[in-house]
T-cell receptor, first 112, second 113 residues
Framework: GEDVEQSLFLSVREGDSSVINCTYT??????LYWYKQEPGAGLQLLTY?????DMKQDQRLTVLLNKKDKHLSLRIADTQTGDSAIYFC????????????FGGGTRVLVKP | NAGVTQTPKFQVLKTGQSMTLQCAQD?????MSWYRQDPGMGLRLIHY???????DQGEVPNGYNVSRSTTEDFPLRLLSAAPSQTSVYFC????????????FGPGTRLTVL
């Protein structure tokens, strides 16, 4: 079965690091994604990681993948007020084409 | 390119009314899909299409119809709206089956009274 879970809320001070966690159940997922949704807007792909990787870094973003525990995390370094948004993790199981299974989203609030 | 566009941005319906949510993309993408977003539940796939003339059901298709007569357009029809269909609806497109990047529209917020 497919089920992706995230914590609902994260509060962080500006300049600190944020870590958003996600667990998934389909161990055969090929790609795992992080999307960002700003208020009143659609989803924007932030980054993705292929299932044979443990880590991917892209500027302030670091994605860690623990396949054994089916755990995915997104670390945002030097969090800014513009990072306040809802962050969704999503998985793409094999043979599912472009279908994505999303977590419920983590609302990140950055305090000055 | 305008990307993925959706109309209307907001809509209020009465129970039993019908309407069509419009979605269009100008990137010549083969794959298009509709999701609904409910609080705390992430996005759930309603219907998708892998090309003109081909559609298939997603996770929550009941109460919705789709068609794909052109590559550009993928309208979502609510035949008889119900309060349970109150949600935010997102359309997405990607270049091909298996493409990693999906582009999302800005969403339509629908309220059914």
């Amino acid at each position: 079965g497919e089920d992706v879970e995230q914590s609902l809320f994260l509060s962080v001070r500006e300049g600190d690091s944020s870590v958003i966690n996600c667990t998934y159940t389909d161990s055969s997922s090929t790609y795992l994604y992080w999307y960002k949704q700003e208020p009143g807007a659609g989803l924007q792909l932030l980054t993705y990681i292929f299932s044979n990787m443990d880590m991917k870094q892209d500027q302030r973003l670091t994605v860690l993948l623990n396949k054994k525990d089916k755990h995915l995390s997104l670390r945002i370094a030097d969090t800014q007020t513009g990072d306040s948004a809802i962050y969704f993790c999503a998985e793409s199981p094999p043979r599912a084409g472009n279908k994505l299974t999303f977590g419920g989203g983590t609302r990140v609030l950055v305090k000055p | 390119n305008a990307g993925v566009t959706q109309t209307p941005k907001f809509q209020v319906l009465k129970t039993g009314q019908s309407m069509t949510l419009q979605c269009a993309q100008d990137m010549n993408h083969e794959y298009m899909s509709w999701y609904r977003q409910d609080p705390g539940m992430g996005l759930r796939l309603i219907h998708y299409s892998v090309g003109a003339g081909i559609t298939d059901q997603g996770e929550v298709p009941n109460g919705y119809n789709v068609s794909r007569s052109t590559t550009e357009d993928f309208p979502l029809r609510l035949l008889s709206a119900a309060p349970s269909q109150t949600s935010v609806y997102f359309c997405a497109s990607s270049k091909a089956r298996g493409a990693m990047t999906q582009y999302f529209g800005p969403g339509t917020r629908l309220t059914v009274l």
